[in-house]
């Protein structure tokens, strides 16, 4: 049996916007952030729900899948190994106290899966703000194994679906043999 974790998946997140943030020496360096931004954009929309993409569009975005645990999983592995590279490059100025500066006002803001908030709870969900990149990467790896954990409980239960129907064929197919032999 098959633990069940309700709405692990069920975060949110304040929006980055890291190109209004952080300072570009060059234009490749602001299309990076700029990209980084709309990745991020695009999560942040779909799990706040504040997304304006119709369901067509986003189907058609993700390959023809109408799953969206699926969705949300592609478009976290798009965002990422972006993350990562953009992590990997401030840890290598980390020592730069204006790159300090530039995390902690990037407010990095997402909700827990762990507080509960309930229908009266008029506020909303509590964020919890942490200035490092490495929360971010972290907050989304939960999301990405939130989301991976999801797909495969809709999987298992499309599984579980499939080999009930093969085992009433199966007993079908027996008791139809057994009606010829035993006629």
Known sequence: MMLRYQNLAKLQTKRIVFEDVLAARDSATLEHLKELSSKRRVIEESINHTSSVTEAIAREMSGGSTSCYQQERLRLEQYLPLLENFISHADFISGNSQMVLWTSQLKIRWSSALSSWSLFNLTGPK???????????????FLYGAILWERASELLAAAWNLWRKAARSYTTCLCCFMSTLFG
């Open 127 to 141: 964020f919890f703000q942490i200035d490092n990149l490495r929360f971010e990467l972290s907050m989304n790896l």
